[in-house]
């Protein structure tokens, strides 16, 4: 990464550098406008893209055209060449580093918090579970979003306007607020008939649900109550002592919760709290550990004991060590208090029954581990790829039709299969065969996913079909339960089959649409050049022709229009 640049958009100033690192960074003005045109091209929506610009590589993501007086950023990182491929590994990175940087754009010390996230990026890029969690639960708007989504299924439209609401400003990126719940499979999205009108709503069901506690360092802990290392007996009890007396006095806090939460999210201070938790350290060994500074160590450990995470302590030697008093954990649990809460929601009609039957067949999969929910992941994924498709449903068992024949706990004991008794033509086949034949349907089915999040679709069917192979000799050989699987398998093969055609289809159309993007692309450039020379007629022309090419690719045009009426604007005034 060559670095990191921060802007805003002022009606009256145009671009404004609210930062940039290192202070050195060229970047013209007019390269900093074509980074705001092609957000502009995408309709103005909030998101991350990456581009190119002239020859200078870029991953920005931008918070989206918000309503007349609101302002609108883009932090963008310049990437060097040979990051050109892989422009879209920044995504996670670069919003959790925007989330970080917004709140801080007016400090007197943005210029060191910028450069900062900037050095902490390339760590960001392998973002772990446990710092997902950090992120939502240091994250005031993603706790609200984990609040509402406890209250059972709900759309995606109202997340959004709800949140505006909770906040009394404008969400333009819900999905940067659901990322982490994504990531993490906390959440599950998915369209849904509703109503008479068979009305098809995004909706958005909590499949998993999680809390943010301190908790003893279980092993050092361990280690100090068995006494493992005499010469150590005397630290290790004082250490003991410390860590009962502190989880004597401990209660959950939300102040605490955030404050703990942004030491996982941060990369530096994370590692170094993996690290005590396996065993106490030495203190001058520290900086070779970490890679850092004896004064960079020392401002991390400053931090950690601040927030009551470590404990330090001397030996006979006067040699200083560094103790995890308490750790920071994110337990998971199953949501089964969701069910109660959407039996109450239906009984008071607060939620159309086609949304709480599909929650609780969701949660009823996600409880059994059964393959059919696993499919239809890969199937919503699926869903979206298919021009004129009809959306993939959630299939419910055909007695189901009311919430209280669902929704009563019983049904959410595992069940034996039943034994198919001998028949002449069932297949004899070993528990060892059994197991291993299951867990190669489970293997490809996975392999299958992979393949299709990759667009590789003749792939995934192949593995897909091998499945089905797997699958019938299983159901031979007595074990029934598998008749589901076949059949969700062969599902996707229709699936499959369509998007290969698409896929087919797309290839023929592509070198027109590519054709128009180019001439888009040069024709802004056009305006770009003719509106810093003054020839505002020529870029209003320009800029006409753009408007006509985003129509016939199908592309919202309002930015660029927008564009449009400015100039329009200045030459009346002059």
């Keep these: 990464m060559k670095g990191i640049l921060v802007t805003r958009w002022d009606d009256k100033l145009g671009i404004v550098v609210e930062g940039k690192y290192p202070a050195t960074l060229e970047i013209s003005e007019d390269h900093m406008m074509r980074i705001f045109t092609t957000h502009a091209m995408g309709g103005g929506e909030a998101g991350f893209l990456s581009m190119m610009v002239?020859?200078?590589?870029?991953?920005?993501?931008?918070?989206?055209?918000?309503?007349?007086?609101?302002?609108?950023?883009?932090?963008?990182?310049?990437?060097?060449?040979?990051?050109a491929d892989n422009a879209d590994q920044f995504e996670e990175a670069l919003i959790e580093t925007t989330n970080n940087l917004l709140p801080e754009i007016k400090s007197p010390a943005f210029s060191e918090i910028l450069k900062r996230n900037f050095f902490k990026i390339p760590?960001?890029?392998?973002?772990?579970?446990?710092?997902?969690?950090?992120?939502?639960?240091?994250?005031?708007?993603?706790?609200?979003?984990?609040?509402?989504?406890?209250?059972?299924?709900?759309?995606?439209?109202?997340?959004?306007?709800?949140?505006?609401?909770?906040f009394e400003e404008e969400i333009l990126d819900l999905e940067n607020v659901l990322l982490p719940f994504e990531k993490n499979k906390?959440?599950?999205?998915?369209?849904?008939?509703?109503?008479?009108?068979?009305?098809?709503?995004?909706?958005?069901?909590?499949?998993?649900?999680?809390f943010i506690m301190r908790s003893p360092a279980e092993k050092l802990y361990k280690m100090a109550k068995e006494g493992a290392i005499p010469e150590m007996g005397k630290i290790f009890k004082e250490y003991i002592k410390e860590v009962e007396d502190y989880f004597r006095e401990y209660k959950l806090d939300d102040k605490d919760n955030i404050e703990i939460a942004n030491l996982i999210s941060d990369p530096d201070l994370n590692y170094l709290i993996s690290i005590l938790r396996d065993k106490y350290v030495k203190k001058d060994e520290l900086p070779n550990i970490l890679n850092k500074t004896a004064e960079e160590t020392q401002d991390m450990l400053?931090?950690?004991?601040?927030?009551?995470?470590?404990?330090?302590?001397?030996?006979?030697?006067?040699?200083?060590?560094?103790?995890?008093?308490?750790?920071?954990?994110?337990?998971?649990?199953?949501?089964?208090?969701?069910?109660?809460?959407i039996r109450r929601r239906w009984m008071e009609k607060d939620i159309e029954q086609e949304l709480a039957i599909t929650h609780l067949e969701i949660l009823k999969s996600v409880f059994r581990g059964e393959e059919e929910f696993a499919l239809?992941?890969?199937?919503?994924?699926?869903?979206?790829?298919?021009?004129?498709k009809e959306p993939v449903k959630v299939k419910l068992k055909a007695e189901v039709t009311s919430v209280e024949e669902v929704s009563i706990p019983a049904?959410?004991?595992?069940?034996?299969?039943?034994?198919?008794?001998?028949?002449?033509?069932?297949?004899?086949?070993?528990?060892?065969?059994?197991?291993?034949?299951?867990?190669?349907?489970?293997?490809?089915?996975?392999?299958?996913?992979?393949?299709?999040?990759?667009?590789?679709y003749e792939e995934a069917l192949e593995a897909i079909n091998k499945a089905i192979e797997l699958s019938e000799k299983l159901v031979a050989a007595g074990n029934v339960e598998f008749k589901k699987r076949i059949k969700k398998f062969k599902e996707v093969v229709g699936t499959l089959n369509k998007l290969i055609a698409k896929k087919h289809i797309e290839k023929e159309k592509k070198i027109d649409k590519a054709a128009l993007k180019d001439e888009r692309t040069k024709v802004l450039e056009d305006a770009d050049i003719a509106f810093t020379s003054s020839r505002y007629e020529d870029a209003i022309k320009l800029?006409?022709?753009?408007?006509?090419?985003?129509?016939?690719?199908?592309?919202?045009?309002?930015?660029?229009?927008?564009?449009?009426?400015?100039?329009?604007?200045?030459?009346?005034s002059i």
């Design 54 to 83: 002239e020859d200078i590589n870029i991953a920005s993501y931008y918070t989206g055209l918000p309503k007349e007086g609101s302002s609108q950023y883009y932090i963008a990182l310049i990437l060097d060449k040979d990051e």
């Design 543 to 572: 800029l006409e022709r753009a408007i006509e090419i985003s129509n016939l690719l199908g592309e919202d045009a309002s930015e660029i229009k927008s564009m449009v009426e400015n100039i329009k604007t200045h030459l009346g």
């Design 302 to 341: 400053n931090i950690l004991r601040q927030n009551k995470i470590i404990r330090s302590y001397k030996d006979k030697m006067n040699d200083e060590y560094i103790f995890l008093l308490c750790d920071i954990q994110f337990p998971t649990f199953f949501p089964e208090y969701l069910i109660d809460s």
């Design 186 to 210: 906390m959440i599950l999205k998915l369209k849904v008939e509703t109503g008479e009108n068979n009305e098809e709503l995004d909706c958005v069901f909590l499949i998993k649900d999680a």
């Design 123 to 166: 760590q960001l890029l392998e973002m772990t579970e446990e710092m997902r969690y950090a992120n939502i639960f240091k994250n005031e708007k993603r706790v609200k979003v984990l609040q509402k989504l406890g209250y059972g299924a709900t759309t995606l439209d109202e997340v959004q306007k709800w949140l505006s609401d909770q």
């Design 411 to 456: 049904e959410y004991k595992k069940e034996e299969a039943p034994i198919t008794p001998p028949q002449a033509e069932q297949i004899t086949m070993s528990d060892e065969e059994i197991f291993r034949m299951t867990s190669e349907v489970n293997t490809l089915r996975v392999k299958a996913k992979t393949l299709l999040s990759k667009k590789e």
């Design 376 to 388: 239809m992941e890969v199937e919503e994924e699926v869903e979206g790829e298919i021009e004129g």
